[in-house]
């Protein structure tokens, strides 16, 4: 835990009332704008748990390089270096984290903290804008859909007329349905359309990303996000 982190360099505050929930043996990933303060944060987080003892890997990421373990040599390497996704954590971080190690992980790679952490937290002109993993953090952005794809204009049509909020897409013949991706929410569509006997061809389910969650948060593109 790291409690109302504050830092200030003269008169400017870089960090103000930072809060974290860092759990031993996790990644732990921090986002934000280039100097949102989120490598700062590292920096003191990294000093303190070592001062107490504590083993954390820092791994700065984005092709700069991924630091050392409790003064190990840093070795350079791009967004897949000693690091797998969360299914098959065996490499270096599923190792570390095995063994209680803290991995504290900066990246500009969202895609990467979306595979890799275990929790994470946003941080935006030094203060913390959200916090949690990141299936918590992209089920608080609004944009899931259910699109539904027809193999002919009559059904694409007979679908719209029977599912209100629908959106239509005539050229790709498919139609997006506004909802969340429960199965009960599901089941009550797919059973409208077999009320009216309409087929669909295939269905799928879409959920914002962490760049929808980021932009969201922060009003910045990924393209802002700290090196």
């Known amino acids: 835990m790291a409690p109302g982190l504050r830092k200030a360099y003269q008169d400017q505050v870089v960090l103000d ?3 974290l929930n860092v759990r031993a043996g996790a990644v732990f990933c921090l986002l934000g704008p280039n100097g949102s303060g989120e490598t ?10 070592r001062a107490d003892g504590g083993t954390v890997r820092r791994s700065v990421r984005g092709g700069r390089r991924v630091a050392d373990r409790a003064g190990e040599p840093a070795a350079d390497g791009g967004p897949e270096a000693g690091f797998r996704g969360r299914a098959g954590r065996p490499g270096a971080a599923g190792t570390l984290v095995a063994d209680g190690v803290t991995i504290l992980l900066t990246t500009r790679y969202l895609e990467e903290a979306d595979q890799l952490a275990d929790r994470i937290a946003v941080l935006d002109q030094g203060c913390p804008v959200a916090e949690g993993t990141p299936g918590e953090l992209k ?3 609004p944009g899931t859909h259910v699109r539904l794809r027809f193999t002919t204009v009559t059904e694409l049509d007979a679908a719209a007329r029977v599912i209100a909020g629908s959106t239509r897409d005539g050229e790709a013949l498919t139609l997006r349905v506004p909802g969340d991706s429960g199965t009960k929410s599901l089941r009550a569509l797919l059973d409208r359309l077999d009320e009216y006997s309409i087929n669909a061809e295939e269905f799928s389910v879409h959920t914002p990303d962490l760049d929808d969650v980021f932009l969201a948060l922060t009003g910045h593109t990924t393209e802002a996000v700290a090196k």
């Not at 700062?40 to 748990?49: G, I, R």
């Open 139 to 141: 089920r608080r952005r």
């Open 40 to 49: 700062t944060t590292v920096n003191v987080l990294t000093t303190s748990l």
């Open 17 to 19: 009332g930072v809060d």
